[in-house]
């Protein structure tokens, strides 16, 4: 019977091999059945005839006893137990123990197909711990210190000078020293993986160290970690089957904050933040050198907001596809990456003038720089203001009686409707009806400077009503553009 049984798993394993191969060799070619069959046949068989003609010996694998597990094993936070089978650490087995204490749930994986490692977790809390951090001991005895202690403790340092965060990850230190004299600064040093120098810190009291070396500590443990391609998935990616991209990773290092990372590439990118929300105001803040095949994702940050294209569904859409990406979204959105558009936003001006880019587009009768000596016209009902538009040449030119009335007029009558509404709704009426878009002077600043130089959007002006109305002659503009 067990010749038999390793007969059936060699030719069900040596199935499953042919099938992943065929796939990938012939695409979406018809491969039909019985080059499937056949795999299995010829797996099965040959292995009955080796072992049956006793050609190979084959002998039959024997576990480890329970004792030999829990001398190998290291107990993990959730209860299981984390073995290593064997010295140089390739394959791994997890166990857990039932209700009577006895092994159960035994499983067994390749190093090269799972890797058993376990996260670090972001934390809320850390402690200091009085005393020379034991994995930097030997170094402080030498005098080889990992970084330049305060002068003022010179080569007389002591334990009750130091404290330190115990148990962190691998590659993870937090180190604290006492001032010596009161008045002094506390001074903090931490390492990570992801850095090769130590970071500084200076505290007037201990008691305020906390609140920055855990936000430090949060983001550095939310660095996506660099991913070791095996053979198979170069083998994958040289053949085309799976993309070699750069991709994007999205964490969250605490609830207040999202970051976006990409990695990978023709370039071979390390882990690297490109991007990062304050979620509480929802600012939006651009780092380091950006590579082009992110632009458009970074438009969409912009654009759209990342409450919907910065969401962990929109990031692994963005990596999968980008170009079904870009036509997942409106027309005004495909045109904008379509015209290489790099950027669209409004203001108003201490003067009063409404802006485009910092260009000068619309003025109202309320302000004191109105170009005009009649600021009222008696046609318009009680509280609308006069308003006057700046044409391509510079000139200002005030619309008629007639045309003013009816811009007015398409405004829904709502009493809480305040001033500030009624001009931005004379703007995008303004913005339909002149299409700046084509003022050359206009035009040319939507293709200047970078994507990630507004982080804005299309409103600048802190009133987030007023920055939705807004939006209204933005997708209109970017809609409607084309280059000359």
Request: glycine share 8%; net charge neutral.
């Amino acid at each position: 019977m067990s010749i038999m049984r390793d007969t059936l798993i060699v030719g069900s394993a040596t199935f499953l091999v042919g099938s992943v191969l065929m796939e990938i060799g012939d695409g979406n070619k018809e491969v039909g059945w019985w080059p499937y069959v056949g795999t299995f046949i010829s797996g099965a068989l040959g292995f009955y005839i080796v072992t049956a003609t006793n050609m190979v010996k084959v002998k039959a694998a024997e576990g480890p006893t329970d004792d030999e597990l829990e001398a190998w094993s290291e107990r993990q936070d959730d209860g299981s137990m984390l073995v290593m089978i064997d010295e140089d650490g390739d394959s791994h087995t997890e166990l857990t123990y039932d209700e009577e204490g006895d092994l159960t749930n035994l499983k067994r994986f390749m190093a090269e197909l799972f890797e058993a490692t376990k996260k670090p977790r972001r934390r809320t809390t850390l402690t200091w711990t009085r005393g020379i951090d034991p994995k930097y001991r030997d170094d402080f005895d030498s005098g080889n210190y990992p970084y330049n202690v305060p002068s003022y403790y010179g080569s007389f340092y002591k334990d009750s000078n130091a404290y330190h965060i115990k148990e962190l990850p691998e590659g993870y230190a937090l180190h604290l020293w006492k001032p010596l004299r009161r008045g002094y600064y506390w001074r903090g040093y931490a390492k990570s993986p992801h850095s090769p120098s130590w970071k500084r810190f200076d505290f007037y009291r201990k008691s305020g160290s906390i609140s920055q070396v855990l936000s430090w500590y949060n983001d550095q443990i939310a660095i996506p970690e660099t991913k070791e391609l095996s053979p198979f998935e170069i083998m994958l990616q040289q053949q085309g089957v799976v993309s070699d991209d750069i991709i994007i990773k999205r964490v969250e290092p605490t609830p207040e904050r999202v970051q976006y990372f990409y990695e990978g590439g023709p370039a071979k990118y390390a882990p690297t933040k490109f991007a990062e929300v304050q979620k509480w105001n929802s600012e939006l803040e651009f780092f380091n050198q950006i590579p082009t095949e992110l632009l458009n994702f970074c438009r969409g940050l912009i654009y759209v907001g990342w409450e919907k294209d910065g969401t962990v569904r929109s990031v692994n859409r963005y990596n999968a596809d980008r170009k079904q990406w870009v036509a997942s979204h409106p027309a005004w959105f495909q045109n904008m990456v379509k015209q290489k558009v790099k950027q669209l936003y409004f203001d108003v001006s201490g003067r009063g003038e409404w802006r485009i880019n910092g260009k000068s587009f619309l003025i109202f009768s309320s302000s004191s720089w109105f170009p005009f000596s009649e600021k009222r016209n008696k046609r318009l009902p009680d509280g609308n203001l006069m308003f006057a538009v700046v044409m391509e040449n510079g000139d200002y030119e005030m619309p008629r009686p007639t045309t003013q009335m009816k811009m007015y007029a398409s405004l829904m009558k709502d009493e809480s409707i305040t001033e500030r509404h009624q001009q931005a709704h004379v703007f995008n009426e303004c913005v339909a009806k002149y299409n700046p878009q084509r003022y050359t002077h206009i035009h040319d600043s939507m293709l200047a400077g970078s994507v990630v130089d507004n982080t804005y959007g299309f409103c600048l002006d802190s009133d987030g009503a007023l920055a939705t109305k807004a939006e209204k002659a933005g997708h209109l503009m970017l809609r409607r553009f084309k280059k000359n």
